[in-house]
């Protein structure tokens, strides 16, 4: 009796505590609206006006006389970038600015772990801090739809609920440093060619059920301060100036009271954006600032009354509420920052390790025993690549990058003999906003290779470090295939008749083409670029230090035209304008409902040991559409290896009146397990997170009926079903 008295006193008690910090939060931001209608009331239209539009390539102007400081914004996905000068792109020379780099988007996404991305925001706004700046822009969250989008690299997943646990800790963690992320890009930025002028259309389902739900996750449960509309139209709109977008979904729906910026020169009117919803301009390629769209234009539209002072207002109590969110009034309570401390170092060598996906291990060649190797052969361009510094605005000056051969050597080469071929090199150019740069990058070097060869016969296991470079992977340009470049694909080929024992670990942010090597080589370790620990991370995972525990964030085709964009002929469009045919079967809904066999599936990877997953039940049967399922089972390591395993949930809706994908992701965590060891995982799905979107109604419907629940470790490995049915 005692103890239920105690318990009942404690809840009691708890509910009192989170009323109060309620109420202490009410009142904070009524405080705070009032702190910003003072100050607007305080200041002329030409201060405003001064508030919403950039100063130089990264500044927006502060207004001294009422102590509003200047806003620095700086790029940053995975690393704050260097300093850029005022007025133009070249890198200002400082000496303090080498930060930390991190894998890109898509390897943070193939970690399938929260608390990496919640450790990544941590790190990148300490750094941000440390560099004085309020801004941080990114993550970048936009659907991978195609595998040649040159920005894949920079997104996370083609799946939506993959994409929002990852972005609602990134933000979640960067914004408690009182730095304000800017989640990119606002909306349906999934490709570049033509991305400053393409028009893109898709379904309304399509867009609630695909291309919304992770800037949805982003803002109304991370909490983003600000948005960033990107390039592109969107059903005849420029995102930049689009009603229904900004004013409906972004400000009604979503309930936003953030900054919605412009990318970079992404502005094309003054009078319809400010209408609609814009309040900050940035990067317009116009010599003079006071030529901006938001600058004098914005003046003298609201003097000739074609915008209302009210509408400037709301723009400026915008700007005003994310400094005041992150304290840039009250500097001395604010975070310092920090810099490059061991903490960031090793989580960014955290994010390389986990996110490093292991496709095939054929014979279990890996890990390799350097202990009972004596000689080794490193081929490949990518072996001493380094690649932090490529891909434009996610370009990162890393105060070091350990590239593969390097943290080989390093670790092993004091007892094996390390030999090195350069395999192939590098032949293609990069110009930003072109597709040129890939041209001729397929041709086949015979003098490298036989020296590869030879190389490789003279050795005992042989490592290829292949893949991509920033010439392919890189904002303004799309990829022009998913081919190995620079004659990849013989050289695996020859190297691999000349030694069986022949491991590839293909470095890329982006799917590429294997179906030529999958036959060819006993093992493949997928790596991505990553970052400054890169090299120390893939020494590790092929020792057998680390075990492998990333898993695909995206599907990976046998062919491009597997793909659901290509093999109805909508990617990139037509005289300017896409038509998103494949609608919600985005990515592995499409092979999954096509019956379509790829390569490798969204969700696949494997490990060093072995995972059983068992005894999956529901803690009922009959659900009604308010409640919440808990799907349990139980996961065991049953191998000789410590590792993880990524146990995922799908839900099928066997009978529905509108078109359902066979199976959609709905729930995954990540275990981290001894050998023999035993958990029980609980994964919850809320009934009303089984809906679809019905276009009749404008809103989401969960029919009555039968849904069937998967439980397994990639869409494509599913170890038990269970079916439940909806009152």
């Known amino acids: 009796m005692k103890k239920i008295v105690r318990q009942l006193v404690l809840g009691f008690t708890g509910i009192m505590m989170a009323g109060i910090a309620n109420a202490q ?15 607007i009331s305080q200041m002329t239209l030409e201060e405003k006006v001064s508030l919403l539009h950039a100063n130089s390539k990264f500044y927006v102007s502060g207004i001294k006389r009422l102590g509003i400081p200047e806003w620095a914004l700086s790029d940053g996905p995975h690393g704050v970038r260097a300093e850029i000068n005022r007025h133009d792109w070249a890198y200002a020379g400082w000496t303090n600015d080498s930060s930390t780099c991190f894998p890109p988007g898509t390897a943070l996404a193939a970690t399938w772990n929260p608390k990496l991305a919640y450790e990544r925001g941590i790190v990148l706004g ?30 996370m997943s083609e799946d939506p609920l993959l994409i929002s646990r990852m972005s609602v800790a990134y933000i979640k963690a960067l914004q408690s440093k009182d730095v304000a992320v800017s ?26 059920e695909i291309y919304l739900p992770g800037f949805k996750a982003s803002i109304t449960e991370g909490g983003a301060y600000t948005v960033m509309a990107a390039y592109n139209k969107f059903r005849g709109d420029w995102c930049s100036e689009n009603e229904y977008l900004n004013r409906e979904i972004l400000r009604k729906e979503f309930g936003f009271k953030g900054v919605l910026m412009t ?10 954006a400010a209408l609609t919803g814009l309040d900050l301009e940035m990067g317009t390629d116009k010599k003079d600032y006071n030529d901006w769209y938001f600058a004098n234009p914005l003046i003298r539209a609201v003097e000739e009354g074609k915008v209302p002072v009210a509408v400037v207002d709301e723009k400026v109590a915008n700007v005003l509420r994310v400094m005041m969110k992150t304290k840039m009034f009250d500097e001395d309570k604010r975070e310092k920052g920090k810099m490059n401390t061991p903490e960031h170092q090793q989580a960014a060598y ?63 080469g004091a007892t094996v003999k390390i030999n090195f071929a350069q395999g192939y090199e590098k032949q293609s150019t990069f110009k930003e906003g072109s597709n040129t740069g890939q041209t001729s990058s397929d041709k086949v070097d015979w003098k490298l290779i036989d020296e590869a060869v030879e190389v490789a016969k003279e050795s005992e296991v042989v490592i290829i470090f292949g893949g991509l470079n920033h010439d392919f992977d890189t904002e303004s340009s799309d990829k022009q295939s998913m081919d190995l470049p620079y004659g990849q694909d013989v ?48 020494a590790d995972l092929l020792s057998g230090k680390i075990n492998p525990s990333g898993k695909l964030p995206f599907t990976l085709p046998v062919s491009l ?60 049967i009959n659900y009604g559409k308010g409640e919440t399922i808990h799907a349990k089972c139980t996961v065991k390591n049953t191998g000789s290896h410590y590792g993880a395993e990524v146990v995922q949930l799908y839900v099928s809706d066997p009978a529905c009146s509108v078109l359902r994908p066979e199976k959609e992701l709905k729930g995954f965590e990540k275990i981290f397990l001894h050998p023999g060891e035993v958990k029980t995982v609980d994964l919850m799905v809320k009934i009303a997170d089984l809906a679809f979107y019905d276009e009749t109604k404008k809103a989401w419907n969960v029919e009555a009926g039968d849904f069937v629940l998967h439980i397994g470790n990639s869409s494509r490995n599913i170890s038990k079903s269970v079916k439940i049915s909806v009152k």
């Open 561 to 620: 035209d597997q793909s659901p964009a290509h093999a109805l002929g909508n990617f990139p469009g037509r005289n300017l304008s896409v038509n998103y045919e494949e609608d919600i079967l985005v990515g592995y809904r499409w092979f999954d409902t096509k019956k379509i066999v790829p390569q490798f599936p969204f969700g696949f990877g494997l490990s060093y040991t072995d995972f059983s997953i068992s005894n999956f039940y529901t803690d009922k």
């Open 491 to 538: 050289l695996i080929r020859e190297v691999a008749k000349a030694n069986p024992n022949t491991v590839v670990v293909i470095i890329a942010g982006s799917p590429v083409k294997l179906s030529g090597i999958v036959h060819r080589v006993p093992a493949i370790l997928w790596s991505w670029f990553g970052g400054m620990e890169g090299g120390n991370a893939v």
């Open 263 to 272: 990318d970079w020169a992404a502005a094309h009117t003054t009078i319809k």
């Open 183 to 208: 989640v990119k890009h606002w909306l349906a930025n999934n490709q570049e060619e033509h991305r400053d002028s393409i028009d893109v259309h898709m379904s309304e389902r399509a867009l609630r």
């Open 25 to 39: 939060l009410v009142a904070n931001d009524k405080i705070q609206e009032e702190k910003i209608r003072s100050l």
């Open 126 to 155: 300490e750094e941000a801090r440390f560099r004085k700046k309020d801004i941080l822009l990114g993550p970048g969250i936009n659907i991978i739809r195609s595998p040649l989008c040159g920005r894949n690299f920079e997104y």
């Open 350 to 412: 955290n994010d390389a390790a986990e996110a490093a996906v292991l496709l095939q291990n054929n014979g279990n060649i890996l890990p390799l025993n350097f202990n009972n190797i004596k000689s080794i052969a490193v081929i490949g361009d990518n072996a001493t690549r380094r690649h932090c510094n490529g891909g434009l605005s996610s370009e990162i000056k890393a105060l070091y990058e350990i590239t593969p051969l390097e943290a080989i050597r390093k670790k092993f």
